[in-house]
């Protein structure tokens, strides 16, 4: 039986996956964490109204309707994705924000096309350095303003996709229908849905969802001092058992899944002592260059008693998972192992 999503808030909607439904390497679409600054559209848009337009620093602006896309290549692309405040509330000193676990995070299997595929159709001027996205949303966002991100032009020009398709069916309605930016390995604000214009600009695109939010900035600081939030930091956590779960002694499979943004996870270590010990665990299932890795530990455990059970991902440059999250004002980005460290009591 499926379990239920944690809702954080109804309106808008932002809910979390429940554990038990990240032990799959692909994130159902029913159960994929939820986000929205403002109220998603009530019903989808129909097809013949919608258009893409793309304008700013290129040749030629145009627009795109959906049987045109439909006919550029096709690209199927599997890609994890994490809000930027996935974790916050596993931080030890409180930051502001939803109240994210560990089920901010999902992976799917998207279809849809290259975004350079579309700018090179535009024909960029030599001034064009960034790329923003404008989503659809109903009254966006507390501030009453528009979701609008931007990407600069080498990952647009690189591994953006536009994505109609999510694990086989059309794009949820929730998730962007019909069609959402996907900045691979990059966090979900990098990632706008509802899309319906882009617009190539010579500088980063300046406004609230840029400026005010998804930067990482210190107490006292300006928010736009701080560095916008891109890739996915290097992270792993354990998704069975579940913390303060009771076990009968004997053998205890662990589950868990790591992933590191653009780069790849090389090994995934696990401690049963609180951190004293380590030992490699071993991946399970597909490898894919977007999509997290899952693994597992098989743990003999003779002794009765409680046990603080940590993982510990290395990339593939040999830069470890941190021991503990570099704290900022909005909370992103926690991927300490001891924040996301669990307790299982053996009886
Ligand atoms: N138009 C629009 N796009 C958006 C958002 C939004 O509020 N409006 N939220 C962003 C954030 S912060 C995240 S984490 C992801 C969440 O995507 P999901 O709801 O499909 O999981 O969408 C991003 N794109
Ligand atoms: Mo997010």
């Not at 896309?69 to 994705?81: Q, Y």
Request: a negative charge; aromatic letters at 10%.
């Amino acid at each position: 039986m499926e379990k239920k999503m944690r809702v954080m808030t109804e309106k808008p909607l932002n809910a979390e996956t429940p554990v038990e439904s990240l032990r799959s390497w692909i994130t159902a679409n029913s159960i994929f964490f939820d986000r929205n600054q403002g109220m998603f559209p009530s019903e989808p848009i129909s097809l013949e109204k919608w258009k893409l337009s793309v304008d700013g620093e290129i040749e030629n602006p145009f627009h795109l309707t959906m049987d045109q896309i439909l006919k550029m290549t096709k690209v199927i692309v599997a890609n994890t994705f994490e809000c930027s405040g996935n974790g916050r509330s596993l931080l030890k000193e409180k930051a502001r924000g939803n109240t994210w676990t560990i089920g901010g995070v999902g992976n799917a299997v998207y279809g849809g096309i290259w975004l350079k595929d579309v700018l090179q159709q535009a024909g960029l001027k030599s001034s064009a350095k960034h790329v923003s996205f404008e989503g659809d949303d109903q009254s966006p966002g507390s501030a009453g303003i528009k979701f609008i991100r931007s990407l600069p032009i080498e990952k647009a020009m690189s591994t953006t996709l536009l994505a109609y398709e999510m694990n086989g069916e059309a794009l949820p309605l929730k998730h962007g229908y019909p069609l959402r930016v996907l900045a691979l390995g990059w966090t979900g604000a990098n990632c706008v849905k509802w899309l319906s214009k882009i617009n190539v600009l010579d500088r980063p695109y300046e406004g609230f969802f840029m400026d005010n939010v998804y930067r990482t900035y210190q107490k006292g600081e300006e928010s736009k001092s701080g560095e916008v939030v891109t890739e996915i930091t290097l992270k792993s956590f354990i998704t069975q058992p579940l913390n303060e779960e009771e076990l009968s002694a004997g053998t205890v499979v662990i589950l868990g899944t790591a992933y590191a943004g653009e780069t790849d996870v090389d090994r995934v270590e696990v401690s049963l002592d609180n951190g004293k010990n380590w030992a490699d665990a071993d991946f399970i299932g597909p490898h894919e260059k977007f999509a997290w890795r899952h693994w597992q530990y098989i743990w003999e455990a003779k002794e009765k008693g409680d046990f603080t059970l940590m993982s510990r991902a290395i990339d593939s440059d040999g830069n470890p998972q941190p021991m503990n999250a570099d704290w900022n004002v909005l909370g992103y980005g926690n991927n300490g192992v001891e924040e996301h460290a669990i307790t299982v009591h053996i009886r």
